[in-house]
T-cell receptor, first 114, second 109 residues
């Protein structure tokens, strides 16, 4: 158990809908990262937040947005969902903002868009 | 664009042998490489980090090398066990992490 929690575990929704994925980092960790993992693309970095501020951005679509709250939990919002958004979404946390810091991954949210 | 390539074919070895996995990167010079283990349906678990100025790093039965000339990292598991069966991901970093698609390792008794 990494200490990172993600909810929900599974999410099934329809095209065009909007969903919110939630992540709670390990106690004491200030950085939260979001990743998308699909069979054809592998694990793709989406975005990083550090202590409430956006720190780095990867291949995140404009339909996706994220935020980190004062209690350090984070939410990833996915809107206007398409079939291709079906994937595993992982949240990871680390103690600080350097990318050499060990990242601890949560169990993931499996999103299925029908 | 930056690419991290790992062998997509599964590696099958017998218990007790050394498993060697390869990670090649192109179109950039990462400051460090990380290796992760991922079991089916679970999040990746960090194993080792090696920096560009380090040639080799060890942790128990694991060894990682980083060859900046060949643009390659090798990941070794010595005295492999069936419990080592998993997918191993290589990730290269400069400002953010770029992951390879992983290589599945199957260790048979």
């Amino acid at each position: 158990d990494s200490g990172v929690t993600q909810t929900p575990k599974h999410l099934i929704t329809a095209t065009g809908q909007r969903v919110t994925l939630r992540c709670s980092p390990r106690s004491g960790d200030l950085s939260v990262y979001w990743y998308q993992q699909s069979l054809d693309q592998g694990l793709q970095f989406l975005i990083q937040y550090y202590n409430g501020e956006e720190r780095a951005k990867g291949n995140i679509l404009e339909r996706f947005s994220a935020q980190q709250f004062p209690d350090l939990h984070s939410e990833l919002n996915l809107s206007s969902l398409e079939l291709g958004d079906s994937a595993l979404y992982f949240c990871a946390s680390s103690v600080a903002s350097a990318h050499t810091d060990t990242q601890y991954f949560g169990p993931g949210t499996r999103l299925t868009v029908l | 664009s930056q690419k991290i390539e790992q062998n997509s074919e599964a590696l099958n070895i017998q218990e007790g042998k050394t498993a060697t996995l390869t990670c090649n990167y192109t179109n950039y010079s990462p400051a460090y490489l990380q290796w992760y283990r991922q079991d089916p349906g679970r999040g990746p678990v960090f194993l080792l980090l090696i920096r560009e100025n380090e040639k080799e790093k060890r942790k128990e039965r694991l060894k990682v090398t980083f060859d900046t000339t060949l643009k390659q990292s090798l990941f070794h598991i010595t005295a492999s066990q069936p419990a080592d069966s998993a997918t191993y991901l290589c990730a290269a970093g400069y400002s953010t992490l770029t992951f390879g698609k992983g290589t599945m390792l199957l260790v048979s008794p």
